[in-house]
C-alpha cells in the first residue's frame, strides 16, 4: 500500500515537472536581430516566424534594424547585455569584423547541405542565401545596357544610375568592393569617371529600388542578380532585368550567427539549422528574392533559370575588407562625391 502510495506521488510528481519543462520551454523567447524588409510582409520573416514557432514551441521575435551594418553596430554598442539571442542579415564583407568583436559563439550547425559558389568553412556563420551585385536597368529606358563594368564607367554622362551608400548599405558596399576587385589600386580614377552618371546615392537599397528606380527615375539602379526573378514571377513583366557584365559580379552571402550572450544556447542552435532546411529555404527566392544556401529542387521558381549567370564570382577576402574598409571608404569619399 504505501509502496503503491510512493509511486502514485512520485508518478505524479514527474508529471508535474514535465509540464513545468514543457511550459518553460514553450515560455522561451528567441530575439533575432535582422533588417527591415526581412521582417516585412513581404519578406520571408512571417513565414520562417510561423514554421519555426510550430518546431519550436516557443516564441521567435524579430527585431528590425536598418541595415547590416546596423545589426553589428548594435550589438556591439550593446554588447553582453544585449537581448539578442541571434543575428541574422551580416554578410561575408562583415565576418572578419563580426567575429572580431568576441560576442558570437560557434553555431553547432550541419552545414554538409550548403552549396555556394565558394567552399565554405567557418563554424561560426551560417550562411542561408546568396546572390551576385548586378546594375537592374529598365528595359524601356535603356535597351542596350551596357556589357561591363568598365563600359559602364565609361559611358556617356548622359547615362543616369542610382547607388548606395557604403557606409549604410550592403549594396553600396558590395558596388565599392566591386570597383576595388576590378581596378585595384586604379579604383580612385574610377570612381571619378563614374561620378557624373550617379543620379544620386541612396542611404539604403529600398530608397533607390522602390522609390526612385521603379518610378523612372534613373534607368539603372545597383541591385542584385535574382531582382529580375521577383519581377518575372510576382510582377509577370519582364521589363527589369540585370546587365551581365563580362568582369564578373562581386558575391553577396547572407549569414547567421547565435551569440555568447544568448541565454537560449540550444534554442538558438536549432534555430540556425532551421535556417538551411528545406522549409525556410523554400521561403527564401521570392520573398528574400536571393538564390538559396541549399538545393531545393523544384521549389526555386522556374524564373530564376532566366537570370544572367556571372562569368566568375568576385570576392575579397573578409579580413582583407576588415583591414582596408575605412580606407577604401575615404578612397569613395575623395573620388565619387
Not at 524579430?62 to 541595415?67: G, H, M, T
Not at 543575428?87 to 550541419?110: F, K, P, Q, R, W
Not at 547607388?163 to 580612385?188: E, N
Not at 530564376?304 to 575615404?330: G, H, N
Amino acid at each position: 500500500m504505501i509502496t503503491g502510495i510512493r509511486r502514485a506521488l512520485s508518478i505524479g510528481l514527474t508529471a508535474v515537472l514535465l509540464t513545468f519543462a514543457q511550459s518553460s520551454h514553450g515560455a522561451q523567447t528567441l530575439t533575432v536581430y535582422t533588417y527591415e524588409s526581412f521582417t516585412s510582409e513581404w519578406g520571408p520573416g512571417p513565414i520562417i516566424k510561423t514554421a519555426f514557432e510550430k518546431q519550436c514551441d516557443c516564441t521567435l521575435d524579430f527585431v528590425a534594424i536598418d541595415s547590416s551594418a546596423g545589426i553589428l553596430n548594435r550589438v556591439q554598442l550593446e554588447g553582453k547585455s544585449t537581448k539578442a539571442d541571434v543575428v541574422l542579415g551580416l554578410d561575408y564583407n562583415l565576418m572578419a569584423l563580426a567575429e572580431d568583436t568576441g560576442l558570437l559563439s560557434e553555431s553547432g550547425a550541419d552545414l554538409s547541405a550548403v552549396k555556394l559558389p565558394i567552399d565554405w568553412d567557418s563554424n561560426i556563420f551560417v550562411p542561408y542565401d546568396y546572390g551576385h551585385f548586378a546594375f537592374v536597368y529598365d528595359t524601356k529606358l535603356l535597351p542596350e545596357p551596357p556589357k561591363s563594368l568598365d563600359e559602364l564607367v565609361n559611358a556617356p554622362d548622359d547615362l543616369k544610375i542610382i547607388i548606395q551608400d557604403p557606409r549604410t548599405s550592403t549594396p553600396g558596399l558590395g558596388l565599392m568592393l566591386w570597383m576595388k576587385s576590378v581596378y585595384g589600386d586604379d579604383a580612385a580614377d574610377a570612381w571619378k569617371k563614374l561620378k557624373p552618371k550617379i543620379l544620386t546615392v541612396t542611404s539604403g537599397w529600398s530608397e533607390a529600388y522602390f522609390s526612385l528606380f521603379l518610378n523612372g527615375e534613373a534607368p539603372m539602379v545597383l541591385s542584385y542578380d535574382t531582382s529580375p526573378g521577383y519581377h518575372m514571377a510576382i510582377d509577370k513583366t519582364e521589363q527589369y532585368q540585370a546587365a551581365a557584365f563580362d568582369e564578373g559580379h562581386y558575391l553577396q552571402i547572407e549569414v547567421a550567427a547565435l551569440l555568447k550572450s544568448s541565454k537560449n544556447q540550444e534554442l538558438g542552435k536549432s534555430f540556425l539549422q532551421f535556417l538551411i532546411s528545406n522549409e525556410a529555404q523554400s521561403a527564401l527566392p521570392l520573398t528574400n528574392v536571393m538564390y538559396p544556401s541549399i538545393d531545393i529542387g523544384d521549389a526555386l521558381p522556374a524564373e530564376f533559370s532566366k537570370l544572367i549567370k556571372p562569368t566568375q564570382s568576385l570576392l575579397l577576402d573578409t579580413e582583407l575588407v576588415r583591414d582596408q574598409r575605412k580606407a577604401w571608404v575615404d578612397e569613395w569619399l575623395e573620388s565619387a562625391n
